[in-house]
Structure formats: structure tokens, C-alpha cells
């Protein structure tokens, strides 16, 4: 099992900048790919962001050019740098880890104000 915590969510005007946080502990060895998931009110969970083992990522067109995913070298943690902000990006923000199983953290508010 896979533990995640995300961090870095928060309040910021359209066109800032934020940058999302996700520790992994646990049985990181046994991951193969990390992602970035968020929830807007009334709507479906959906993907932003992946990050496999091998470092290939892949984005939702929604923010293909302002949302960046990486990893540290420990591949302990992920990141989502997220530039040029809009408001239709105001969701809960979540991270998952795949392994034989998927493992969610708890999930980080991020607002942005028009």
C-alpha cells in the first residue's frame, strides 16, 4: 500500500501560478505510475497529469502548455507546476499511485479568482 499526501493547494488570481505537492510512502517500490487528478464541483473526477516510472507524462488538453508534472530524483514525491491559471482549474486536486492497485491521497483545494 501506497500513502499520499498533497500539499501546495491554495487561493490565486487568474493568471498566477501554483505548484502542488505529493509525498509517497509506503510501498513506493512497487509503483509504475503517479498522477494528477482533479474534482470541480459537480462534475466527474478527471485526469490533468501522469507521470510513469520511466518519467514519460502525459496531459489533458485542458492544460497542455500551463501544467508541468515531475518527480525528485528519490522518486518520493511528485510535483504539478501549474502557470497561467483560469478559473475552470478552481477543483480538489488529487494525487494517485498505481501499482497493483491505486492508491489516492486526500486531496488539496486550489481556487482561482477571476
Known amino acids: 500500500q501506497v500513502q499520499l499526501v498533497e500539499s501546495g493547494g491554495g487561493l490565486v488570481q487568474a493568471g498566477g501560478s501554483l505548484r502542488l505537492s505529493c509525498a509517497a510512502s509506503?510501498?513506493?517500490?512497487?509503483?509504475?505510475?503517479m498522477g494528477w487528478y482533479r474534482q470541480a464541483p459537480g462534475k466527474q473526477r478527471e485526469l490533468v497529469a501522469t507521470?510513469?516510472?520511466?518519467?514519460?507524462?502525459n496531459y489533458a488538453d485542458s492544460v497542455k502548455g500551463r501544467f508541468t508534472v515531475s518527480r525528485d530524483n528519490a522518486r518520493t514525491t511528485v510535483y504539478l507546476q501549474m502557470t497561467n491559471l483560469k478559473p475552470e482549474d478552481t477543483a480538489v486536486y488529487y494525487c494517485?499511485?498505481?501499482?497493483?492497485?491505486?492508491?489516492w491521497g486526500q486531496g488539496t483545494q486550489v481556487t482561482v479568482s477571476s
Open positions: 494517485r499511485a498505481e501499482s497493483t492497485r491505486s492508491d
Open positions: 509506503g510501498s513506493i517500490f512497487s509503483i509504475n505510475v
Open positions: 507521470i510513469t516510472s520511466g518519467g514519460t507524462t
